[in-house]
């Protein structure tokens, strides 16, 4: 088998041991290029049968537009039931990424929704896109990472994780999150991706868009929540997203790469990593630990 | 070079073509703390380009702020992830990292080398093809490295490499070399691995690492470490052997499809091939090997596939789906190796959840025949297993499951043992052999059986299983309560410390291990008693739950009444009866329940009595009322 072969065996193998073992699963869809394939691979799995969970996008009220509606397409096509949920306290106290900082907004937005909707609709597993070679912290984490009856994780008293076996015990109300892409790296998704023809949000390909430059990245205007600081102006540049996230906490590359092939390219040359477009965990040292402790993806 | 930039900036499409074909290899780097893991794999993602110009920033931030290399880059910062290890400076669990070359993608297991850290050792081999053992140039072969040998031959690595590390700081001198690897050579005879290459390097200088550095090992021929890695063997038997694919999910979309999902253990199938299920026995043939790109002809080993069947027979999820004419062993005794990897020790007789693939099922270990001493390799006698600790143990299951030894296959040979309450992941096993006794004993079909037997006597049998700290009234109780039975005119008999701690129980004393033993060998009596159609009652401590739960296991739905006498530890002090708190006060009474040996209160006991309540008789009454149930013989 080729390393995407077995890649992707692993992934359905994951996938199968969830459901078979778990009452109430969910999928977290993120819209972005992993949770695409991540997709794609529970179609597979569970072919002929329509994947027996529901897709759930925690919404931050400040995605792009255009990934909204390639997530409803997405849904539409493919039969996937889709729920939707929004911190609706956040919106009301008028919680916003430009006014609030990063850190505080991310922690409402999105930690806070996403343990609201767990909450809500009483999951018992629930699937992450989340890869070991995204960041540090990832490295460490189990494929079946446990979580308290508060979403909580901690590092240091995690389950041992031998051959493929996992563990899936839990009491009421405690959970697990999986992840089925852990082992995956990001050159293996844009290689699984073009080999499957996947498809993904536009704006991974490169077009000329709206961008204004703010803290040494480029923001795309993506409505008019955005507001220009003096200084600032908009210019028109042949950008795309090598990420994606919240419109105005995701930087844009330069780049005339309109297709997958020099898309990978440029990734394979570039000599930036990817989590770098994110303003998140700049925040600290060690942040994104911290924030999985409190329950974040 | 790890890639080709040439091709990558000239013809992307002849890249991604050829990065099609590439394979993957597993492997785990183990040595002892400070022999340099961290900093290899580091070099190892320096040197194939995969560390970024902003993770490089960081990096040589980190580096002078807690690096210990001075001014140098120290590349073991790349890899440790979670801040509490950063600043101990030790890295404390398995990290798993990723490059790839033209050749292959590579995931590596990055384990700590510090002695209470076994398991994670084991955790980290487990999936690994290849094993890079590191050994210090200044230290040889230490102690470390003879465990570490031990636990990848364990979890079945055949391959390794022993890198002797730190090169630089003994002058590149080949006699250090070649005396180590000697050294090594005279431990390993026993580990049975099938190939051992010896490797000089300097994981911090960078030499022999991605190619070979004639300048300071000119006497060294090869080959370089990732030269090595890149062409090394792998997975080519797995194919070959008999086929097995447990069963993780049955696919029933609509009536007229029933597939079997799961991926393949071992060996290959193709439509039209017979297969059988050892646990029925019942046989069929492929009908299809159904993908989401159109069906398959042939499917092999490491595939994770969806099998319909030409007959309708009944599977389901934990039964192994295996070649008719080679057959797996099909057992619910055997012996097998087990890691402990839980601070509360193993205890033979406590039950377990027994996890194999996709198949669970509760198990007690029956013997611990012996402790292995990693060090020396030399069996030792124990009665538990502490964490970090291996041992060669008899299990007994409640049903019997398909296995091969681990030697021929590690895939359908391993299994991990769950604590039933905590649910925390507290064993790994390695199956050696089925006992023979689990295939010999047939139940006798006993013509008279446990309703034959309660009808003669007019009622349900059934077991209260009082249990309460010493002093807290169950002995009591149980006696009240039997005498209420006994004048319904129901045929009971009572267990309790009196008649079977000084006979049958006589040679087992309080620490867990004889606890746990104690309370199993009640359990099992009071079955026998059930089966005989008697209401049993026992007054144990019986302080754990999970042997009241295996206790519960053994019995029928409705035959255990579990009953926790209540009872404030101040006021079974106080009363005291047979001054034992007093005792163990003093210090000259060990392991007393509630005082130095917890007590684990049911979480949902059938009946709570408030055992302090000085009104024994109207207790004992309202038992009897809420057993009422039990004791009519409708339903």
């Known amino acids: 088998m080729t390393h995407l072969e077995q890649l992707e065996a692993e992934s359905i193998h994951i996938l199968r041991e969830v459901v078979a073992e778990f009452e109430n699963p969910v999928m977290l869809y993120s819209i972005g290029k992993d949770s695409s394939v991540m997709l794609h691979l529970a179609r597979k799995a569970f072919y002929p049968a329509k994947p027996p969970f529901p897709l759930m996008h925690v919404d931050t009220t400040w995605k792009f537009r255009e990934m909204i509606e390639f997530r409803d397409r997405m849904a539409r096509e493919c039969g996937f039931d889709l729920l939707i949920h929004t911190n609706e306290e956040g919106v009301r106290q008028g919680i916003s990424p430009f006014t609030h900082g990063s850190a505080l907004y991310t922690d409402v937005m999105k930690t806070e929704g996403l343990k609201q909707a767990l909450d809500k609709y009483k999951f018992d597993a629930a699937f992450g896109g989340a890869r070991r070679d995204e960041e540090k912290s990832r490295a460490k984490e189990r494929i079946f990472s446990f979580r308290s009856e508060t979403h909580r994780w901690d590092p240091k008293s995690q389950r041992p994780e031998l051959w493929n076996i996992y563990n899936a015990k839990v009491k009421k109300g405690e959970s697990i999150r999986a992840f089925p892409l852990s082992n995956w790296t990001e050159l293996d998704i844009w290689q699984y991706i073009y080999l499957e023809q996947i498809p993904i949000v536009p704006l991974y390909y490169s077009k000329v868009r709206p961008v204004v430059e703010r803290d040494g990245m480029l923001i795309m205007v993506d409505d008019d929540r955005l507001k220009l600081l003096p200084g600032e102006d908009v210019q028109m540049k042949s950008v795309r997203f090598r990420t994606l996230g919240c419109y105005p906490l995701t930087g844009a590359v330069e780049s005339t790469a309109d297709n997958l092939p020099e898309i990978i390219q440029e990734m394979l040359l570039t000599r930036t990593s990817e989590r770098q477009g994110r303003l998140i965990d700049h925040d600290q040292a060690g942040s994104m630990e911290k924030k999985k402790q409190e329950g974040y993806f | ?635």
């Open chain 2, 1 to 635: 070079m790890a890639h080709q930039s040439e091709l990558i900036a000239k013809d992307i499409h002849a890249y991604l073509k050829a990065q099609q074909e590439k394979s993957m290899l597993r492997f785990i780097t183990c040595g002892s703390v400070d022999d340099g893991k961290s900093t290899l794999i580091g070099r190892l993602l320096w040197d194939s380009k995969l560390v970024f110009e902003d993770q490089l920033a960081a990096l040589e931030a980190d580096s002078k702020r807690v690096g210990t290399q001075g001014e140098e880059i120290d590349y073991a910062l790349l890899l440790d992830g979670l801040q509490a290890e950063r600043e101990q400076g030790i890295t404390i669990d398995v990290a798993y990292r990723f490059f790839s070359t033209d050749k292959r993608k590579f995931i590596v297991a990055d384990t700590p080398g510090h002695e209470q850290y076994t398991r994670n050792m084991v955790t980290g081999a487990s999936t690994a093809d290849v094993a890079v053992i590191l050994i210090d140039a200044r230290k040889g072969v230490l102690t470390q490295t003879k465990r570490h040998s031990y636990l990848v031959s364990l979890v079945g690595i055949r391959k390794v490499v022993v890198a002797i590390n730190k090169m630089d700081l003994v002058g590149y001198d080949q006699n250090c070399f070649e005396q180590i690897a000697q050294d090594y050579q005279a431990i390993a005879g026993v580990l049975g691995f099938e190939e051992i290459t010896y490797i000089p390097i300097s994981a911090l200088k960078g030499d022999n690492i991605i190619s070979l550095t004639a300048s300071n090992m000119s006497w060294y021929a090869g080959p370089a470490l990732l030269d090595y890695l890149e062409t090394v063997q792998i997975g080519d038997t797995r194919s070959v052997q008999p086929f097995r694919m447990r069963i993780q999910w049955v696919n029933r979309p609509n009536l007229d499809f029933r597939g079997f999902c799961g991926t393949i253990a071992s060996g290959q199938c193709r439509p039209g091939d017979p297969v059988v299920v050892p646990s029925s026995g019942q046989q069929s043939r492929i009908a299809r090997i159904v993908t989401m790109d159109g069906d398959l002809e042939l499917a092999c080993a490491g595939q994770s596939i969806t099998l319909t069947l030409e007959d309708e027979i009944d599977v389901s999820r934990g039964d192994m789906l295996t070649d008719p004419n080679r057959c797996p062993g099909f057992a619910n005794q055997f012996q097998a190796k087990i890691v402990w990897l839980n601070e509360n020790a193993l205890l033979p007789g406590r039950s377990y959840l027994l996890k194999a693939g996709s198949s669970v099922t509760p198990a007690q270990i029956s013997s611990l025949k012996q402790r292995i001493n990693v060090c020396t390799f030399q069996d030792e006698s124990g009665k538990t297993l502490s964490m970090n600790e291996i041992g060669v143990c008899n299990l007994a299951l409640d049903r019997a499951i398909a296995f091969d030894p681990y030697v021929e296959n590690r895939h359908t040979g391993n299994f991990i043992l769950i604590d039933r309450f905590t649910n925390a992941t507290v064993g790994a096993g390695m199956i050696d052999f089925a006992l023979r006794r689990a295939s010999n004993i047939h139940w006798q079909v006993l013509e008279v059986d446990k309703i034959a037997r309660a009808e003669m006597k007019n009622q349900k049998p059934f077991v209260l299983w009082f249990t309460g700290l010493s002093g807290s009234g169950k002995s009591t109780l149980a006696n009240l309560v039997e005498q209420k039975l006994h004048s319904l005119g129901k045929h009971t008999y009572l267990l309790d410390g009196d008649n079977v701690r000084h006979g049958l129980n006589r040679d087992l004393g309080f620490t867990d291990a004889d606890r746990v033993e104690n309370v199993r060998r009640i359990a099992e009596t009071a079955k026998l008693f059930v089966d005989a159609g008697l209401i049993v009652l026992t007054a144990f401590i019986s302080p754990f739950r999970s042997e009241r739960a295996m206790a519960r296991d053994i019995l029928e739905e409705a035959e255990f009444v579990e009953i926790f006498v209540d009872t404030p530890l101040e006021v079974c002090e106080r009363r005291d009866p047979k001054g034992l708190y007093k005792k163990a006060r003093a210090g000259e009474l060990k392991n007393f329940t509630g005082i130095d040996s917890d007590y684990e209160v049911p979480e949902r006991p059938e009946i709570v009595v408030n055992g302090a309540n000085a009104d024994a008789d109207n207790l004992a009454e309202q038992i009897i009322q809420k057993v009422k149930k039990n004791l009519s013989l409708g339903n």
